[in-house]
């Protein structure tokens, strides 16, 4: 397993044979300053604003019920927000990054496919890490209630500011896209047992995702990964879009399917 490096901007978003090589058995590449100060500083206000006002459709920290969460969202703290969802149709600034013609070629090349759409019915959204009441969330697949034709899948994390251990960066764990696991190796809820000897190993080679304002982390949907808590007196904001290639597709009827995706980028044909 290696160890993965991050990966300065390129003066053009074409990756070396390296670089796809070491997502390939990672699972997880990060490309630094993608995003322009003037465009975080727009996203940021936005997100700010529609976080202080409840702009819907919003899940709050109480509706995931992870451990620490408020009980319900008439409990104290019971408003925070957790998520800002439908990202794409909330807002043209989201829009347009999600649409980014350097992510996509990114991603593109991640997914070996030059047809690329996005969709809008799992991430899609802005995550919003408050400082007191924000919740740490354990080891899992984002695929555990996903319903493709096949797994193959490419998140983009945005990062719109600091992100760091004490603000609950996000931790992955090398080359887990790549493992079979046991049922007996997940709780219920699809998340990694910690209790287990066999996964405590695992754990040990987790890295901490630190990021600047405008980095991405791109990663595989089936890479294990988990995040902290926000610890610090600031909110924490990013921005997370998942991707998808022309070998693969949403099963028809299930929720993976609910809303039509938006084309990225389309081969056309004669």
């Keep these: 397993m290696s160890m993965n490096a991050t990966i300065?901007?390129?003066?053009?978003?074409?990756?070396?044979?390296?670089q796809r090589e070491l997502f390939k058995v990672d699972g997880f590449l990060i490309m630094r300053g993608l995003a322009s100060a003037e465009r975080l500083n727009a996203m940021r206000t936005t997100a700010v604003e529609h976080a202080s006002a409840h702009v819907a459709p919003i899940e709050y920290e109480a509706d995931v019920a992870y451990p620490g969460a408020p009980a319900s969202r008439d409990a104290e703290g019971g408003d925070t927000p957790r998520r800002?969802?439908?990202?794409?149709?909330?807002?043209?600034?989201?829009?347009?990054?999600?649409?980014?013609?350097?992510?996509?070629?990114?991603?593109?090349?991640?997914?070996?496919?030059?047809?690329?759409?996005?969709?809008?019915?799992h991430h899609n959204c802005v995550m919003t890490k408050s400082p007191r009441y924000s919740t740490a969330t354990a080891w899992h697949k984002d695929l555990r209630y996903w319903s493709f034709e096949t797994p193959r899948l490419v998140n983009a994390w945005l990062a719109l500011g600091d992100e760091t251990p004490a603000n609950g960066c996000m931790r992955v764990l090398p080359g887990t896209h790549r493992m079979?696991?046991?049922?007996?190796?997940?709780?219920?809820?699809?998340?990694?047992?910690?209790?287990?000897?066999?996964?405590?190993?695992?754990?040990?080679?987790?890295?901490?995702?630190?990021?600047?304002?405008?980095?991405?982390?791109?990663?595989?949907?089936?890479?294990?990964?988990?995040?902290?808590?926000n610890t610090t007196d600031e909110r924490k904001l990013s921005m997370v879009t998942t991707y998808y290639g022309s070998d693969n597709a949403p099963v028809p009827g299930t929720r993976s399917a609910r809303l039509e995706p938006v084309p990225i980028r389309e081969t056309r044909h004669a």
Excluded: C
């Design 84 to 121: 800002l969802l439908q990202a794409y149709d909330r807002d043209p600034l989201f829009a347009d990054w999600a649409a980014d013609a350097r992510l996509s070629a990114i991603v593109a090349q991640l997914l070996d496919s030059d047809d690329v759409w996005l969709s809008r019915n």
């Design 8 to 18: 300065d901007r390129p003066t053009q978003p074409a990756l070396t044979p390296a």
């Design 180 to 229: 079979p696991f046991d049922a007996e190796q997940m709780d219920a809820d699809q998340f990694l047992r910690e209790d287990r000897d066999d996964n405590a190993r695992l754990i040990e080679s987790a890295i901490d995702a630190q990021l600047a304002p405008g980095d991405v982390l791109f990663f595989d949907a089936g890479l294990l990964h988990a995040a902290g808590a």
